[in-house]
């Protein structure tokens, strides 16, 4: 798969016992961006960002991360095997180094647990439309926030066994195609060559049962005892499309500073979840801004 361009270069690279699949461009001797994309995309995810960080002078590699694209779909799928899997990553491309981690959607769940985990390799933090992982806890299963329990309908769907699994695949994924649309305010920004990677990737064998473990994974997890998440200390800048259906910013973005010291959230008004593809023409220059700074 090789959409990207020519200035986009497509490798593997052995991250632990994973050979994880990774689109890289830009200064090789640049600041280290690492961005890490969400359900049910790939490194595609970020076709937007690509050449905007290049051409800054940033190093910026985008994996698929595990059981995602061309990544193998192997377990587990917990939240800590994922952060640490990022943690491998930015050792392999710079070893001993950090990087600035850029998260959307699964991707921001695994961004923040990586920088309150691993501080050590975090240089900046920016997510995009994903909550705290505790504060998304909290609303769901503390606070039983009628709006978000009702929106989050699919978190529980993807509980049972094989039949979502069945739904994604069925008609060469046409549900995911009509699922990226539905989330968006601004359906333009995703015609059939701009989805097509996304149907792709998850029509590889095992690709979709390895998608639905991460929230598989992520619900057994609300159900064990766990310590609070280290506070974040690393800059951190939350991004979010107002417009996102699925995740609401007045119930999931109030209390996150809790969890993080150095907190900047930027809204952007007439887009939706999938807010970098929908609008990068206002996310990119808010992106490149806290990454200069």
């Known amino acids: 798969m090789s959409h990207g361009g020519p200035a986009v270069r497509h490798r593997g690279l052995q991250v632990g016992d994973l050979a994880m699949h990774v689109a890289e461009t830009g200064n090789g001797d640049g600041p280290l961006v690492v961005l890490l994309h969400g359900f049910p995309e790939t490194w595609w995810s ?3 960002q690509l050449e905007p960080l290049a051409h800054a002078g940033f190093r910026v590699v985008a994996p698929d991360l595990r059981g995602y694209g061309e990544t193998p779909s192997t377990g ?3 939240i800590d095997t994922l952060a640490t899997d990022v943690a491998r990553l930015i050792e392999a491309l710079t070893p001993g180094g950090r990087a600035t981690v850029v998260g959307h959607d699964w991707g921001g769940a695994v961004a923040w647990h990586f920088a309150a985990h691993h501080p050590g390799r975090c240089e900046k933090l920016v997510v995009l439309n994903c909550p705290h992982p505790t504060r998304m806890q909290e609303a769901l299963f503390k606070e039983r926030a009628p709006k978000q329990l009702k929106s989050s309908w699919y978190m529980f769907f993807f509980q049972l066994p094989w039949v979502p699994e069945w739904v994604l695949t069925r008609d060469a994924g046409a549900f995911v195609a009509r699922m990226i649309r539905g989330a968006s305010v601004d359906r333009s920004r995703f015609g059939d060559d701009e989805v097509r990677p996304f149907l792709e990737g998850i029509l590889r064998p095992g690709n979709a049962r390895s998608m639905v473990g991460w929230y598989r994974a992520a619900f057994r997890a609300t159900f064990k005892k ?5 506070t ?10 107002e417009g996102d259906r699925a995740l ?4 999931l973005i109030p209390g996150t500073e809790r ?6 959230v930027e809204r952007i008004a007439g887009a939706g979840h999938f807010v ?3 609008a990068p023409e206002r996310v990119n220059p808010l992106l490149l801004s806290f990454l200069r700074s």
């Open 76 to 78: 587990p799928f917990d």
């Open 226 to 230: 766990s310590p609070p998440p280290p």
């Open 46 to 48: 970020w076709r937007h």
């Open 248 to 251: 609401h910013h007045d119930v």
């Open 259 to 264: 969890f993080v010291r150095r907190l900047t």
């Open 276 to 278: 970098h593809a929908e």
């Open 232 to 241: 974040i200390d690393s800059p951190t800048l939350l991004i979010w499309g």
